[in-house]
């Protein structure tokens, strides 16, 4: 009957166009929202999408279109039509439904309902389902999805079918309570805290949530033992906030006990992070502080120590001394402290972005403590290994852990844990980036630490075609294990054997190293050792004399007491930069790294350690170069061998390079090869 009713009145409609001379104005239809049967009528906007007066599909269209593409509406509306089909049906599997609506019934000028929850604002568990031809109001929040108009999933929800409804409301509510104990947060309120955090970062303590469980997306298991749920303030998805795997009852892992329902009032405790937008608690640092009023109890606001007050780093181990085997304490401490070394790798933190160190209250490997998988300033990550050195006095917050390895030795650790405070420091024997050279009886006496020591020895003990590089080396004060002998820092494994053919290493040769004081199951080795030179190249002497051609360049050395010559070659490492243009090249006037480095010039020497700035060669960086050579676009640059062609040349009043015409290092190279001629 509705359908013979349209086409009677586009019949009349049809008529009046070729009797009458007046103009008609056209139908309000557009072609790209699912055009389909039905014949064509003039359907005007009305409403103003409230609940007294909802918008009318064609209103509802109007409005979605004028949101950018991806962007939802900044408030509910309600939406009045007719189902015009139906995609999914309501179900007890996800609760909710998607269909279409329009004003009439057909598919002119559709508008999509993009699984919308039940009567109440609730998932579907009983009631009618939709059929074609249904009456619907919808209230909830709508977006442009890459151009199709529709709710956004799960924030809309069905008002009314057919003149019935259940109330519900798309409004969240008043943010309430402070977050205690006595005075939990409610959900909006939660919701409200994460987003003042900023994206990725937490709560540097626990607070109290109380609510309503709306849906279960994982319940209690012994698999995992936690529970991934949202609650509200009334039970409904206004204004829910996301409990991300949080711990049962007495902050345990679930082993048995009261699953959750909908419809549960609890309390949570932990936590609260904004996950890459997401309000949500951080996962496995909340738990159930109570369910429908038992509570377990089992953790704590309380911490142990304050930023300003922190307890000391043996205190700290007395306290996970009378923890039991694998104890955890049930509230963070704030714990002082010197780093004595930073343990995690570049490769690993590549991997995990978090930083393994120790710290003592005196710097020294006496009375430390490892923080394990620690995460930098106020929960926010890392950007480097070198961002925290022996020496740094750091404050750090997190849970004390009595850790027992494989061998059963207990190692104290501070896990969960993040920097509340760093001072940087030298009091552990200096920063990463400061180079000691020193006797093997000194290096051996040192404690294990980030520091760089130059050691220069004889090699002992190296086995034929050792991969690796593992050897002893021995000077007249004593001698050390070598573990692993780099070409250069940082440098790739395995790769000793092209390193020892090139510099001819072998048993008897004295060679040059850099490495950190460490140990290994009590015997003391160096670790992360690069290599420097042979007794007489590099950082022993200068390395040997060069004819000035691409197969035999000058060393950095001859260039500088050539001073004057015409397109030569020059081999060296590059070692840091010139600040600025000073009238004088001096050790104030440079800089040993590639932080903050300009794109206009670098240094290079012999050796990749060297600091003496005489002994530096300065390379200015013409526009061609600077996109592949510059240490501002390529920091990894630093330490690495270049071999490079200019006008040797007094600049900045030493002798230098200008204007060089060809450069190659790591792999990359830019320019013309010519030959070379003294002048």
Same mark, same amino acid.
């Given at each position: 009957?509705?359908?013979?009713?349209?086409?009677?009145?586009?019949?009349?409609?049809?008529?009046?166009?070729?009797?009458?001379?007046?103009?008609?104005?056209?139908?309000?239809?557009?072609?790209?929202?699912?055009?389909?049967?039905?014949?064509?009528?003039?359907?005007?906007?009305?409403?103003?999408?409230?609940?007294?007066?909802?918008?009318?599909?064609?209103?509802?269209?109007?409005?979605?279109?004028?949101?950018?593409?991806?962007?939802?509406?900044?408030?509910?509306?309600?939406?009045?039509?007719?189902? =015009?089909?139906?995609?999914?049906?309501?179900?007890?599997?996800?609760?909710?439904?998607?269909?279409?609506?329009?004003?009439?019934?057909?598919?002119?000028? !559709?508008?999509?309902?993009?699984?919308?929850?039940?009567?109440?604002?609730?998932?579907?568990?009983?009631?009618?389902?939709?059929?074609?031809?249904?009456? =619907?109001?919808?209230?909830?929040?709508?977006?442009?999805?890459?151009?199709?108009?529709?709710?956004?999933?799960?924030?809309?929800?069905?008002?009314?079918?057919?003149?019935?409804?259940?109330?519900?409301?798309?409004?969240?509510?008043?943010?309430?309570?402070?977050?205690?104990?006595?005075?939990?947060?409610?959900?909006?309120?939660?919701?409200?805290?994460?987003?003042?955090?900023?994206?990725?970062?937490?709560?540097?303590?626990?607070?109290?949530?109380?609510?309503?469980?709306?849906?279960?997306?994982?319940?209690?298991?012994?698999?995992?033992?936690?529970?991934?749920?949202?609650i509200s303030d009334d039970g409904t998805a206004n204004g829910q906030f996301l409990i991300y795997?949080?711990?049962?009852?007495?902050?345990?892992?679930?082993?048995?006990?009261?699953?959750?329902?909908?419809?549960?009032?609890?309390?949570?405790?932990?936590?609260?992070?904004?996950?890459?937008?997401?309000?949500?608690?951080?996962?496995?640092k909340a738990y159930l502080y109570s369910l429908n009023g038992k509570s377990e109890s089992g953790?704590?606001?309380?911490?142990?120590?304050?930023?300003?007050?922190?307890?000391?780093?043996?205190?700290?181990?007395?306290?996970?001394?009378?923890?039991?085997?694998?104890?955890?304490?049930?509230?963070?401490?704030?714990?002082?402290?010197?780093? %004595?070394?930073?343990?995690?790798?570049?490769?690993?933190?590549?991997?995990?972005?978090?930083?393994?160190?120790?710290?003592?209250?005196?710097?020294?490997?006496?009375?430390?403590? !490892?923080?394990?998988?620690?995460?930098?300033?106020?929960?926010?990550?890392?950007?480097? %290994?070198?961002?925290?050195?022996?020496?740094?006095?750091?404050?750090?917050?997190? %849970?004390?852990?009595?850790?027992?390895?494989?061998?059963?030795? =207990?190692?104290?650790?501070?896990?969960?844990?993040?920097?509340?405070?760093?001072?940087?420091?030298?009091?552990?024997?200096?920063?990463?980036?400061?180079?000691?050279?020193?006797?093997?009886?000194?290096?051996? @006496?040192?404690?294990?630490?980030?520091?760089?020591?130059?050691?220069?020895?004889? =090699?002992?003990?190296?086995?034929?075609?050792? !991969?690796?590089?593992?050897?002893?080396?021995?000077?007249?004060?004593?001698?050390?294990?070598?573990?692993?002998?780099?070409?250069?820092?940082?440098?790739?494994?395995?790769?000793?054997?092209?390193?020892?053919?090139?510099?001819?290493?072998?048993?008897?040769?004295?060679?040059?190293?850099?490495?950190?004081?460490?140990?290994?199951?009590? /015997?003391?080795?160096?670790?992360?050792?690069?290599?420097?030179?042979?007794?007489?190249?590099?950082?022993?002497?200068?390395?040997?004399?060069?004819?000035?051609?691409?197969?035999?360049?000058?060393?950095?050395?001859?260039?500088?007491?050539?001073?004057?010559?015409? @397109?030569?070659?020059?081999?060296?490492?590059?070692?840091?930069?010139?600040?600025?243009?000073?009238?004088?090249?001096?050790?104030?006037?440079?800089?040993?790294?590639?932080?903050?480095?300009?794109?206009?010039?670098?240094?290079?020497?012999?050796?990749?350690?060297?600091?003496?700035?005489?002994?530096?060669?300065?390379?200015?960086?013409?526009?061609?170069?600077?996109?592949?050579?510059?240490?501002?676009?390529?920091?990894?640059?630093?330490?690495?061998?270049?071999?490079?062609?200019?006008?040797?040349?007094?600049?900045?009043?030493?002798?230098?390079?200008?204007?060089?015409?060809?450069?190659?290092?790591?792999?990359?190279?830019?320019?013309?090869?010519?030959?070379?001629? /003294?002048?």
């Amino acid at each position: 009957m509705k359908k013979l009713f349209y086409s009677l009145f586009t019949l009349a409609i049809a008529a009046f166009t070729f009797t009458s001379c007046e103009s008609v104005p056209a139908p309000y239809d557009d072609p790209n929202l699912n055009p389909g049967g039905g014949s064509t009528v003039v359907v005007d906007p009305t409403g103003d999408g409230t609940v007294e007066s909802p918008y009318n599909v064609i209103a509802a269209i109007n409005y979605a279109k004028n949101l950018e593409v991806g962007a939802e509406s900044d408030r509910d509306i309600y939406i009045k039509g007719v189902v =015009v089909s139906i995609a999914e049906n309501y179900t007890t599997q996800y609760g909710n439904a998607r269909f279409y609506i329009s004003d009439d019934g057909t598919a002119k000028n !559709q508008f999509l309902i993009y699984r919308a929850l039940y009567l109440g604002n609730k998932k579907y568990t009983d009631g009618d389902v939709l059929v074609e031809g249904d009456t =619907v109001i919808i209230c909830g929040k709508v977006t442009n999805y890459n151009g199709t108009l529709e709710t956004q999933q799960n924030k809309a929800f069905l008002y009314s079918l057919n003149g019935k409804s259940e109330g519900g409301s798309g409004e969240i509510g008043e943010p309430k309570g402070t977050g205690t104990l006595e005075d939990p947060f409610n959900s909006v309120a939660a919701t409200q805290f994460c987003e003042q955090l900023g994206s990725g970062k937490e709560s540097d303590k626990e607070y109290y949530i109380k609510g309503k469980v709306v849906s279960i997306a994982e319940n209690y298991t012994t698999q995992y033992g936690n529970a991934r749920f949202y609650i509200s303030d009334d039970g409904t998805a206004n204004g829910q906030f996301l409990i991300y795997r949080a711990l049962y009852l007495g902050n345990q892992k679930y082993t048995s006990g009261e699953l959750l329902k909908e419809g549960d009032e609890v309390i949570i405790c932990g936590i609260l992070t904004n996950y890459n937008g997401t309000a949500e608690t951080q996962q496995n640092k909340a738990y159930l502080y109570s369910l429908n009023g038992k509570s377990e109890s089992g953790g704590s606001t309380e911490t142990i120590g304050t930023a300003d007050s922190p307890i000391t780093t043996a205190k700290a181990i007395g306290l996970i001394n009378a923890l039991a085997d694998g104890g955890k304490t049930s509230e963070k401490a704030y714990v002082k402290g010197k780093i %004595v070394k930073v343990a995690t790798t570049e490769e690993n933190f590549a991997k995990y972005g978090n930083l393994n160190y120790y710290i003592s209250d005196d710097g020294s490997s006496t009375n430390q403590i !490892q923080v394990y998988a620690g995460d930098g300033l106020n929960g926010e990550k890392f950007k480097s %290994v070198s961002d925290i050195k022996a020496g740094d006095e750091v404050v750090v917050f997190g %849970v004390l852990y009595k850790y027992v390895n494989k061998s059963n030795t =207990v190692i104290p650790e501070i896990t969960d844990s993040y920097l509340v405070k760093l001072t940087e420091g030298s009091g552990g024997g200096g920063g990463t980036d400061e180079i000691k050279t020193v006797s093997i009886a000194d290096f051996n @006496a040192a404690p294990e630490s980030s520091v760089w020591y130059k050691l220069s020895g004889k =090699v002992k003990n190296l086995k034929d075609g050792d !991969q690796y590089g593992n050897f002893d080396l021995e000077d007249n004060t004593g001698s050390v294990y070598v573990y692993g002998l780099l070409s250069e820092k940082g440098g790739e494994k395995k790769q000793f054997q092209t390193l020892a053919a090139a510099k001819g290493i072998k048993n008897g040769v004295k060679i040059t190293i850099i490495g950190n004081r460490g140990s290994y199951n009590g /015997k003391i080795e160096v670790m992360n050792a690069y290599f420097v030179s042979v007794d007489g190249e590099g950082g022993g002497g200068d390395a040997p004399q060069g004819a000035g051609t691409y197969n035999s360049p000058l060393t950095v050395s001859q260039a500088i007491s050539l001073v004057e010559a015409d @397109a030569a070659w020059v081999k060296g490492y590059i070692i840091g930069y010139v600040i600025g243009t000073p009238a004088k090249l001096s050790s104030d006037a440079v800089k040993f790294t590639a932080e903050g480095a300009p794109n206009g010039n670098f240094l290079i020497a012999a050796s990749a350690s060297e600091t003496d700035v005489n002994k530096c060669l300065p390379i200015q960086l013409s526009r061609d170069y600077r996109a592949d050579f510059a240490l501002d676009a390529n920091p990894g640059l630093l330490g690495k061998e270049v071999i490079l062609k200019g006008q040797l040349t007094t600049w900045l009043a030493v002798p230098g390079i200008k204007s060089p015409t060809y450069m190659e290092a790591n792999g990359k190279s830019v320019g013309n090869k010519v030959k070379y001629r /003294k002048r």
